[in-house]
Structure formats: C-alpha cells, structure tokens
C-alpha cells in the first residue's frame, strides 16, 4: 500500500467515524477530552491521584463510545481511563440545541 492509498484510508476511516459520531452523539450527555482519546458518555468521574510524586487523573466512564478509527466495538459500557495530563469533561447541551455539519467536520 502506498503513502497516499494509507492516507486515503484513513482519511476515509476518519469521515464514516464523524459520520458515526453525528448519528450517536445525542444519546450522551459528556464530552471527555483525554490527551490520547475523545469521548461520549452518560455519566463521567474524574479523581486526581497521586503516586510517587507524581499526579495523574483516573476517569470513570458508563456508557461510553470511544473516537477511535482503529477500534471495532466502539460502544462500551464501563470504562476507566488513566491520564497524565489534564482532562476536559464537557456537558453537552440538549439533542434539540445541538447543531452539527451534516457533510463532516470542518478543515481548516
């Protein structure tokens, strides 16, 4: 495979998974912003940790789907996530006030 039949892949890859994420995002109520992944969830919670000095954060998610184009089953029911960096959980406004492209997300 080549470097540009790849990238067309997962550009590809990238759109169905807009696509997919437009379809689902009005059955959750969080967006969660990890430094390695994006998710939705009904319900979120984060703790700071410490060990040996250092701080991470562990997030708890039920009901979640996972921004992911490398990963089949992207509905989970439970999951928890360790981050090292910051985490952005956002509320998400009601299905009937969310507006969305319907022709994929915006390049700049």
Known sequence: MSGDELEN????????????????????????????????????????????????FEVM??????????????FVKRVRVLSFKDVNVEELPPRDDLQLPQDGPAVT
């Open 61 to 74: 998610l039920e009901d979640a789907w996972v921004w992911d184009i490398y990963r089949s089953a992207r």
């Open 9 to 56: 892949y997962e550009s590809e890859m990238e759109l169905q998974l807009y696509r997919e994420y437009r379809d689902v995002v009005g059955l959750f109520r969080y967006v969660v912003e990890t430094e390695r992944r994006f998710y939705l969830a009904n319900a979120v919670d984060v703790t700071a940790r410490t060990e040996g000095g250092e701080v991470f």
